[in-house]
């Protein structure tokens, strides 16, 4: 009775953290330790595009129908957007191809939807500019000698300045502040960068070099000493989100296709907030209908595996808050899917326990002997259902089927809960409820 009964503290430990996680209330964990390390662990509910609202962007490559576009230039090109929807900090933005020359982009909970479309589009084509002795105000064209070779206009209206270096030569981007407190962009160069910096720097001093993006001039600081280091600074008169959106432009570089809007809209959360209200209805009355079936007939035993597939709600929604997994409707469907997985493990246990109760064993050893004879069925069932759920993965993340992907992901997590439900949490809670019910007088108990 004392080894059947070894799990009850953990799981009791188990199921307390998974409430404490649940709480609607639940602020987290948010510690400070020293002055310059912090713990943040949000354990908020993350709620996809069809659930909170958001942004829906489709980008089409910007070139002519008949070039051809590589699939090692397009892989790149979703990557670089990856990078800078993730730096804009939205939760768990999807971003997929759609054929050979569009990408869909899903942005949940986005609160400036026109600036992360430029953002998205934008090529960032960043350059340090050697304009001589005389400063560029921030935010005047720019002609270079680069820009000019690269597009093969041979008649520049205006000065054309010398491009000393490109971003290409970005090795570090980062958010800071100067000497005045304002926010900068702090980089940091590679080699050949560092050497080109050194070199222009220390043969220009008292000059200026602009930085250029995108052919306007950001800002024109001037050469006070050689730089060596390949370290540098770009101030100005920026804001937090100004310098941040910079930062991130020349983090992820240029983009290999450049991309023009073929459409976006903005989705409202109202659809969703209904959706969600059926759903959690619909959740409720089928686990009540499956709690009422389970107690009238199997009696206690079904009473047992109400608080076990209680148990396995609370581990299951936790795990989606920890891990994070994205909440859609497909994922909630795949959810209440799993639940019927548990509540199909314990049937078999029953079942089987039932059988050796009729056979006249004593009650802890036919709770044992059930989950003996239940547990191939169980294991192959459960296998199954995962083999499944990996090829419905691979399915939505290769072909873009979003939709498909969270379903999966959300079943195949269930299912592996229930394994400990079914498996660890009803054995011990019918060993701790039943080992000490005389089953010769408590038949009734049992529906034998």
């Given at each position: 009775?004392?080894?059947s009964q070894r ?88 971003v997929q191809a ?12 986005i609160e400036n ?336």
């Amino acid at each position: 009775m004392f080894r059947s009964q070894r799990w009850l503290i953990p799981i009791v430990i188990i199921a307390a953290l998974a409430v404490w996680i649940d709480w609607p209330s639940n602020p987290g964990v948010h510690i400070q330790l020293g002055e310059t390390r912090r713990v943040d662990w949000d354990v908020s509910v993350h709620k996809g595009l069809d659930l909170q609202g958001g942004l829906q962007v489709l980008l089409e490559a910007d070139l002519p129908d008949d070039q051809e576009i590589t699939a090692d230039s397009m892989s790149a090109t979703i990557t670089i957007i990856e990078r800078r929807v993730n730096g804009l900090g939205v939760t768990e933005p999807l971003v997929q191809a759609q054929g050979d020359r569009r990408v869909s982009i899903e942005l949940p909970g986005i609160e400036n939807p026109a600036e992360a479309v430029e953002l998205l589009k934008e090529t960032g084509l960043l350059e340090f500019v050697d304009v001589g002795f005389t400063p560029l105000p921030a935010g005047v064209p720019v002609q270079t000698d680069l820009r000019l070779e690269t597009s093969g206009d041979e008649t520049p209206t205006g000065q054309v300045f010398h491009t000393v270096m490109t971003g290409a030569e970005l090795r570090e981007v980062s958010v800071g502040q100067d000497q005045l407190g304002k926010f900068a962009i702090n980089f940091v160069l590679n080699s050949e960068g560092s050497r080109a910096f050194a070199d222009h720097t220390g043969a220009n001093v008292g000059g200026y070099l602009a930085i250029v993006l995108d052919g306007v001039a950001i800002s024109s600081p001037q050469i006070q000493g050689q730089i060596t280091g390949g370290r540098g600074q770009i101030t100005g008169n920026f804001t937090v989100e100004e310098a941040n959106d910079l930062a991130l432009q020349l983090r992820y570089g240029a983009l290999p296709v450049p991309l023009k809007v073929v459409n976006s809209r903005t989705v409202g959360p109202t659809l969703g907030q209904d959706s969600v209200r059926q759903s959690l209805l619909a959740g409720t009355i089928g686990f009540a209908t499956v709690a009422l079936f389970m107690m009238l007939y199997y009696r206690l035993p079904g009473f047992i595996a109400v608080l076990a597939l209680a148990l396995y709600a609370s581990i299951t929604f936790s795990l989606f808050k920890l891990i994070p997994v994205t909440l859609t409707l497909p994922g909630i469907a795949g959810f209440v899917l799993s639940v019927g997985v548990a509540v199909d493990a314990n049937i078999l246990i029953f079942e089987r326990m039932k059988e050796e109760l009729r056979a006249g064993r004593q009650l802890a050893h036919a709770v044992d002997e059930g989950f003996r004879r239940a547990w191939p069925s169980i294991r192959d069932s459960n296998i199954s259902t995962l083999i499944t759920c990996a090829i419905l993965f691979w399915f939505g993340n290769t072909f873009g089927a979003s939709i498909v992907k969270g379903f999966a992901l959300t079943l195949a997590i269930g299912v592996g809960v229930s394994l400990f439900t079914a498996i660890s949490a009803t054995r011990t809670l019918l060993h701790t409820f039943l080992d000490w019910v005389d089953f010769e007088e408590r038949k009734a108990l049992f529906g034998v």
